[in-house]
C-alpha cells in the first residue's frame, strides 16, 4: 500500500479566501486523483493528474502534480461556502485521510 | 444520480445477522471496488473486481464475503459482524486501467451500524 498524507487536515476559513491543500508521498504515482465528499455521500471525482509538473484549472480550483510525481496540491481562489466538504487525494488505490474545509459565509 | 447505486442506504444489524449490500452500475465499466470509511481514517480498500474476477482480497476477514455475478453487480455480504465493522461501506467503479487515470465513480454508501 502506498501511503499518501494530506495537510492540513482542517481548514476554516471565511467566504472570498485563499486556500491550498497538500498530499504528499514518497512512492512515485502514475496518477493522482482529487476528490471531494459531503455527508452521507460518496466522493465526487474532481480531477485527474498525471503528467510530472501538470497544471489543471477547475473554474476556482487549480490542481498541480509535482515533477517528481510524488506530491500533489489543491489550490482554491476566493472559496465559497459550496466548497465546504472533505478533499481526499488517491493514486494506485490508496486515499489520503483527507482535508476537512469549511468555508463560512 | 452517480450512474453508481447503493441498496440500502442505510442498515442496522446484530451480530448473529446475515446481511447483503448491493452495487449497481451501467456506465460500461468493468473495474468494482469495495471500500471501508469509518470515521478519521482513510478509506480503506477492501476488495476488487477486474471483469467480474477478483484480483485483489485485502486482508479483510471472511465473514465479508463478495460476489460479482457480472460487470454490472457487486455484492457484499455480511455474517457475524462486530461492532467495529460499523462504517461507511461505499462501491466504486471505473475502466480497469485505474492507473491511466479514470479514477473512481462512487455510489452514495451504505452506512452499516453493528449493534
Known amino acids: 500500500t502506498q501511503l499518501l498524507e494530506q495537510s492540513p487536515q482542517f481548514l476554516s476559513i471565511q467566504e472570498g479566501e485563499n486556500l491550498t491543500v497538500y498530499c504528499n508521498s514518497s512512492?512515485?504515482?502514475?496518477?493522482l486523483q482529487w476528490y471531494r465528499q459531503e455527508p452521507g455521500e460518496g466522493p465526487v471525482l474532481l480531477v485527474t493528474?498525471?503528467?510530472?509538473?501538470e497544471v489543471k484549472k477547475l473554474k476556482r480550483l487549480t490542481f498541480q502534480f509535482g515533477d517528481a510525481r510524488k506530491d500533489s496540491s489543491l489550490h482554491i481562489t476566493a472559496a465559497q461556502p459550496g466548497d465546504t466538504g472533505l478533499y481526499l487525494c488517491?493514486?494506485?488505490?490508496?486515499f489520503g485521510a483527507g482535508t476537512t474545509v469549511t468555508v463560512r459565509a | 444520480e452517480t450512474g453508481v447505486t447503493q441498496t440500502p442506504r442505510h442498515l442496522v444489524m446484530g451480530m448473529t445477522n446475515k446481511k447483503s449490500l448491493k452495487c449497481e452500475q451501467h456506465?460500461?465499466?468493468?473495474?468494482m471496488y469495495w471500500y471501508k470509511q469509518s470515521a478519521k481514517k482513510p478509506l480503506e480498500l477492501m476488495f476488487v473486481?477486474?471483469?467480474?474476477?477478483?484480483?485483489e482480497n485485502n486482508s479483510v476477514p471472511s465473514r465479508f464475503s463478495p460476489e460479482c455475478p457480472n460487470s454490472s453487480h457487486l455484492f457484499l455480504h455480511l455474517h457475524t459482524l462486530q461492532p467495529e465493522d460499523s462504517a461507511l461501506y461505499l462501491c466504486?467503479?471505473?475502466?480497469?486501467?485505474?492507473?491511466?487515470?479514470?479514477?473512481?465513480?462512487f455510489g452514495s454508501g451504505t452506512r452499516l451500524t453493528v449493534v
Open positions: 466504486a467503479s471505473s475502466h480497469p486501467t485505474r492507473d491511466r487515470g479514470y479514477g473512481y465513480t
Open positions: 512512492s512515485v504515482f502514475s496518477s
Open positions: 493528474v498525471v503528467t510530472g509538473g
Open positions: 488517491a493514486g494506485a488505490h490508496s
Open positions: 456506465l460500461g465499466h468493468n473495474a
Open positions: 473486481y477486474n471483469f467480474k474476477e477478483q484480483t
